[in-house]
């Protein structure tokens, strides 16, 4: 397998963890680049249910290495509770985890700063964060103020910690907010440190020898295109660069280097928090997709927005992030739907969109633009070929890849690792339109 990159092509939630638990087979180094604990990706591996929100998912797959890239935002205290809850399950993080001492760190004050900006009363203003801190952890990167993993290391520590905490704490009390206790959070972190020292690292090295030895890199992308911080539906977006390019910012790899791109999406789409979601069902039909595709958070449990696929959004994706082939999910969540609509373009003011519009204002008041297609009414979990589909099943794999101008080269039709067709091995053998 080449190095790719393998990022989510709606809003996030796409089905990812998955995709990437299936790849990682064929790869050496797993990389995260951006996120933090906001993102939550799902494994699932025989009878056992994983849920990761920092760790790369392939803390699974022995032998794999796995890196925390620069680009991240670290919580030392969630990521050492993250990490002991593989070990207890018998998954060996030594040797093969790496932890980029450039990452910033998420510090309780970040946390409080998000929840003040959150709750917010006057309307339009609320983004719909995992109030985790992680906005306000990127705001103190781009500020130059932010601490680094590797400082969790430095003697000076206590120091610069104690800086952060008195500036820090000015600000919230003039938010009305809770203060930190920075003795509290001192001994907190130092335990953390502890736990953390063998796996912080410069991995830029790591990651140059990988490339110079041939070794194969997959690039985990947390989210979605359109929750970027530049492209998404701003200001309804995380603080990251969630498409392809914030694969090499996030890690150093440089671009020439990464191979193929790979964008998940699901056969429909879904949201979750604040912001404008075009073919978003407030009915029924919402419901009903909701509940067979189980669309509840990984990370907070909040049910997901569910609406029809949106064609637009995918070639906005495919622009964006140089889309090689789509890894197509949960088909099998449609299998009870009498018909399908798949929205082809946008209208707003008597004028049609194709493209997702960088206002946001605009985007919100636009309406779907819809082609129907029959649904085909029988199920596709057991299938294992495509042609073992559903002939109208097929036709709307075919009908999605034509109308976004990017061939299917995965489908996966259930949370299992065999309920996976994979067209991408051999040349000439992607889905078309």
Known sequence: MANTVLIGAQWG????GKIIDVLTE???WVVRYQGGNNAGHTVEIGSEKYVLHL??????????????????????????????????????AAGRFFISDRAHMVLPFHKLLDECRESKPTEGEKIGTTKRGIGPTYGDKAARVGLRMGDLLDPLFPQLLKKRVEESNRVLAALGAPQVDGEKLLVEYSAAAKVLAPYITDVL???YGATQRKEKILFEGAQGTLLDIDFGTYPFVTSSSTTAGGACT?????????DRVIGVVKAYATRVGEGPFTTELKDEMGERIRKAGNEYGATTGRPRRCGWFD?????????????DYWAMTKLDVLDDVETIRICVAYECDGKRYESVPANVRILERCKPVYEDVPGWRAP????????????????????????TGVPVGILSVGPKRASTMRFDQKPGELITG
Not at 13 to 16: I, R
Not at 67 to 87: F, H, T
């Open 13 to 16: 939630d796409e089905g990812k």
């Open 26 to 28: 064929e790869t050496d």
């Open 55 to 92: 760790i790369p998912s392939g803390m699974m797959h022995d032998g794999k290495k796995n890196v925390i890239g620069n680009g991240m935002v670290i919580d030392p205290v969630a990521l050492v509770k993250e990490l002991q809850g593989l070990e207890a399950r018998g998954c060996n």
């Open 205 to 207: 090295p790591l990651l």
């Open 250 to 258: 996030g890690t150093g790899v440089p671009p020439h280097r990464i």
């Open 311 to 323: 064609a637009v959004v995918a070639h906005y994706a495919k622009m964006i992030n140089g889309i």
């Open 380 to 403: 596709t979990k057991n299938a294992t070929k495509f042609a073992d589909l559903p002939t109208l099943a097929q036709s709307y794999v075919r009908k999605l890849a034509k109308i």
